[in-house]
């Protein structure tokens, strides 16, 4: 079944995270089909821009837990985005969780609706943002990051423009969403090709720097994690929608 949809408008290349029935999990499926689509908008010169967005009530709800992406395509994903040559928007309007955050924030620009919400559900499975990390920590603001990656909380479209995960929170009227990301990519499309790739590559200096230095050491703290006993037991009490035994 195909999970992305791909279209284009004046330039612009619009990826639509299309797995509504599974809350867009990141399935080793989807994060190969993005991949191919990136790698298709890197060498398109009619492309001048990348929109992220998504079917269904839910942008992601991170890695999918039946058929997980290995944790080297999807730090290879994040990485594309961060590196590939056009600017990356997202368009977020619903819930964004886990893995999905790690996606908000390799785009250069994100969006999204005042209804949206976000957490760090890790925690609570027996594991932790460790390659989504990548993206998110040279970009988020630390003591917001300290309390969201411990707690899991869910927190707000506006706070999440506060703390630096996403660019700006759009109001609560009818089409706000879709009017700020109009206002974007029309100011995207005044730019010249070289103007906007060196420009990017300015931006996101501090983030290929995480990386090179982080990335193998994350990726193999994600696998140890994921294979623990605790985690197994945390993601057994998810499926079962129960507590894990370690909540008091």
């Known amino acids: 079944m195909k ?3 791909v279209t284009q408008d004046r330039g612009v290349s619009t990826l639509t995270l299309d797995a509504p029935d599974n809350r867009n999990a990141l399935s080793g499926q989807l994060v190969t089909a993005l991949a191919e689509a990136l790698g298709a908008c890197a060498t398109d010169r009619g492309v001048r821009a990348v929109v992220l967005t998504h079917t269904g009530s839910t942008f992601s709800a991170g890695a999918d837990l039946k058929e997980p992406p290995s944790p080297y395509a999807f730090v290879a994903l994040l990485r594309q985005l961060v590196e590939l040559p056009k600017p990356v928007v997202a368009r977020v309007d619903g819930h964004v969780r886990a893995g999905g955050l790690g996606l908000v924030g390799a785009c250069d620009i994100a969006l999204a609706s005042a209804g949206s919400d976000f957490a760090f559900t890790e925690v609570r499975l027996g594991v932790a943002p460790a390659v989504i990390s990548l993206p998110l920590l040279p970009r988020v603001e630390p ?6 990656y411990l707690t899991g ?3 707000g479209a506006a706070r999440a423009a506060e703390m630096g995960l996403v660019t700006e929170a759009a109001d609560d009227t009818e089409g706000a969403l879709d009017a700020a990301l109009d206002t974007v990519l029309d100011a995207l499309r005044k730019g010249s090709p070289q103007g906007l790739a060196e420009s990017k ?11 090179d230095r982080d990335a193998e050491e994350l990726v193999r703290r994600s696998a140890s994690l994921f294979a623990s006993k605790e985690a197994r037991d945390g993601m ?3 499926f ?9």
């Open 201 to 211: 590559r300015l931006t996101t200096a501090r983030v290929l720097e995480a990386f």
């Open 143 to 148: 003591r917001a990051a300290a309390r969201y």
């Open 153 to 155: 909380e869910r927190f």
């Open 3 to 5: 999970q992305l949809q």
């Open 240 to 248: 079962e929608r129960r507590d894990p035994a370690w909540v008091l």
């Open 236 to 238: 057994t009490a998810f």
